[in-house]
């Protein structure tokens, strides 16, 4: 996520028209919390030490042992009122934590255990808000993690010039021969273009696994939404084994974004 973006600006689709109206009220919820979250992790104006503060104070009130944060009180009613577990909101403040506190990634292992408490909480929430069988979890999380993946090579020149955050694990790099600072230039070494290809791959296979995701949900309209954020998810992979991020930003028009949008409702 990034300052000023909105539900209807995210790279993916947010609780759209697709969503049943009355599921709609707790995703927004917790896309608002995550926002409150995301904004202090990343763009605050203020020391770690006082980012971890107001973190714990997001996660104590959750909890129900504080109600020092507004976005977190509305999601913690909005749980209570559907009877909804706050676990996917405690596991998504442990990612921000880890922002504040670990500005590097080590493996590709690391990257997708960052994606299980950044990514999969978000979809499994999605999940419990519409009373989906738990069993579609694992499709669910493999789709969560591939959008966390593209996300971070789209942004990754801006994460590391911005926040000096790189999510790209370190032994890639340095098997490519590479330093970080490479992330800070206008346009990517071929090495590194590799790199960003090979993650893409990585978020493709993911995307295999999720394919039959929306085929095993009940709710028509999730379904539609899921084929939706798959089909968009395939063509960023696609286009980031073949575009520089660096150089340009790897992202859909919003022509091209409205057809793919519209061939997954239609072509299933």
């Not at 109206?21 to 995550?34: E, L």
């Not at 934590?97 to 493996?107: E, F, G, K, L, Y």
């Not at 999969?120 to 789709?143: K, N, Q, T, Y």
């Not at 955050?165 to 590479?178: F, K, N, S």
């Amino acid at each position: 996520m990034t300052p000023n973006r909105t539900a209807t600006t995210e790279n993916f689709p947010v609780a759209s028209w697709l969503i049943r109206p009355a599921n709609r009220a707790p995703i927004m919820a917790f896309y608002r919390f995550a926002r409150a979250a995301d904004d202090i992790a990343d763009h605050a104006p203020i020391t770690g030490s006082e980012k971890l503060t107001r973190l714990e104070a997001m996660r104590a009130t959750i909890a129900g042992e504080a109600e020092a944060e507004p976005t977190a009180l509305a999601l913690r009613e909005a749980m209570a009122d559907r009877r909804l577990d706050s676990v996917h909101a405690l596991d998504l403040l442990t990612a921000f934590v880890r922002d504040v506190t670990t500005p590097r990634t080590a493996t590709y292992d690391d990257l997708l255990g960052y994606c299980a408490k950044s990514a999969m909480p978000v979809g499994r929430f999605v999940l419990d808000v519409h009373r989906e069988d738990p069993a579609a979890w694992p499709a669910s999380d493999a789709l969560c993690a591939a959008l966390q993946i593209i996300n971070h090579l789209q942004d990754c020149g801006k994460d590391f010039r911005e926040m000096g955050r790189v999510y790209i694990p370190d032994d890639m790099l340095e098997q490519a021969g590479l330093d970080i600072d490479v992330l800070g230039d206008s346009a990517s070494p071929p090495a590194l273009l590799g790199v960003v290809a090979d993650l893409a791959r990585r978020a493709e296979e993911l995307l295999a696994q999720s394919a039959p995701f929306a085929a095993m949900l009940r709710d028509r309209r999730l379904a539609a939404e899921v084929r939706v954020i798959q089909r968009l998810a395939e063509d960023l992979a696609a286009q980031l084994q073949a575009r520089d991020p660096l150089a340009t930003r790897v992202a859909h028009s919003k022509p091209r974004a409205a057809w793919l949008a519209l061939s997954a409702v239609l072509i299933k």
